[in-house]
């Protein structure tokens, strides 16, 4: 037994399934762990990577339109010819089914859409704008569930009271249909300087809908660490309320707003494409992938490529984002298992 290292030994029985190294690195804090872990996870940073390479893709989108397609993305050519191989092909033709992928970049790299339009130009486009959305919905649900979550949560009584059941009626109607009801009143009645269907409009809709699903599990969080010691020492310090709550509360909320982020993300995106597609969303000629399923659906089955298309992009741009979500996840975990020792 003596020639076993005591770390091995602990691990054992601890976990018989744990694997360690023979030494502890002494000062790994829990995000440089979670780095490591998240390292191993080679399926994770793949898709990850995946995302990245979708998201520098449609941020070059004006590059490509400008200086390689030589088109916009809202420039229809119905009557406009190509050559493709040695044959001088319609664009769209006499029965209006438009051109599929020519697999030049230069000329209509993914087909043309029933307008003559670029589905290669409008896919990047699309994919600018569906971003966008769900980047701010993403900031928005991710704010005011953190300041939602934290205030009912610390102060219970009658503020959890009202918060929570306001929560309560936001999580009790679908998110699609609540979706489809705030955007039909802005497009009506608008809200201050909120009027009509834009992109900001939508992030916002969206934003507000998924707040319950992020506020909750934060709120039940913040009940468990008010009553920590380090909480009632801030307390006996006579640290306000507000500071209390930013520097002792929130620093221990922030694996769990790290996990929520790309969850909300794709949950964004993809409802977008759901309001959109349901004619509540971005509306034609702007260009979004849903926009570019919703329009893609007349030419069927003629045009499949102008659904398939944008579905593939869609498809992979939340399956990329929910996988590295997942090991994202599992690396803030602090019971994963996993090798810990120098590197």
Known sequence: MSGIPRAELLAESLDPDLEIEEEFTPGVG???????????????????????????LCVLAPLYSADIA???????????????????????????????PTWHL?????????????????????????????VVATLLT?????????????????????ISRTLDVIWAYPAVLLGITLSTVLEVHGLGPFHGTTLLSTALVIGVVYV??????????????????FVDAARQQGLSHVRIMATEILPNLASTIIVFIPLMLANAILTEAGLTFLGAGVQPPKPSWGTMISEGISSLPAAFHNVLIPGIMLVLAVLSINVFGDGLRDALDPRAKIRIGKE
């Open 70 to 100: 030589h088109i916009g993305p809202d420039f229809g050519n119905v009557t406009g010819t190509i050559k493709v191989g040695h044959k001088v092909v319609n664009i769209v033709s006499l029965i209006g089914i438009p051109i599929g």
């Open 106 to 134: 230069s000329s209509y790299f993914l087909g043309a859409d029933n307008e003559g339009r670029d589905v290669a130009v409008r896919l990047l486009y699309g994919g600018r704008n569906s971003l966008y959305i769900g």
């Open 212 to 229: 319950p699903y992020v506020a909750k599990p934060i709120r039940a969080q913040v009940l468990a660490l008010r009553d920590r010691e």
């Open 142 to 162: 991710m704010v005011l569930a953190t300041i939602c979550g934290m205030l009912a949560g610390y102060f219970r009584g009658f503020t959890d009271g009202i």
């Open 30 to 56: 829990p995000y440089k762990l979670a780095w490591r872990r998240l390292r191993r996870s080679k399926v994770s940073l793949a898709f990850g990577g995946l995302f990245l390479l979708i998201v520098l």
